[in-house]
Nanobody
Framework: QVQLAESGGGVVQAGGSLRLSCVASGRTFSSYGAVGWFRQAPGKEREFVAA????????LYADSVKGRFTVSRDNAKNTVYLQMNSLNSEDTAIYYCAARESRVLTPTISAYKYWGQGTQVTVSS
């Protein structure tokens, strides 16, 4: 049974930072092709945030977070991170990590097969 677990969410003031973590159990990230981060704000559809290929470390970002968020991985800890800086109220959402078999980075939600339960990020103004 493959499980992804996010952590690191919380309440932060505008302009602040948070680092989210995603840990895989039942299967190591090295057996996946890519890991992505997505988010869903209240009343809105889930949207792509960032992705990283596990082997080469290539990355892809949504325009809305480019320059503020950084996705990275730690092979030894079997963990993917999302460092979020300069947060604003529009970043408030539930953040999910997801994994797919292919190494090709894509923002397409349906391309990711395995999903975590999400972690809440709230940015207060």
């Amino acid at each position: 049974q493959v499980q992804l677990a996010e952590s690191g969410g919380g309440v932060v003031q505008a302009g602040g930072s948070l680092r989210l973590s995603c840990v895989a159990s039942g299967r190591t990230f090295s057996s996946y092709g890519a890991v992505g981060w997505f988010r869903q704000a209240p009343g809105k559809e889930r949207e792509f945030v960032a992705a990283i290929s596990w082997s080469g470390g290539n990355t892809l970002y949504a325009d809305s977070v480019k320059g503020r968020f950084t996705v990275s991985r730690d092979n030894a800890k079997n963990t993917v991170y999302l460092q979020m800086n300069s947060l604003n109220s529009e970043d408030t959402a539930i953040y999910y990590c997801a994994a797919r078999e292919s190494r090709v980075l894509t923002p397409t939600i349906s391309a990711y097969k395995y999903w975590g339960q999400g972690t809440q990020v709230t940015v207060s103004s």
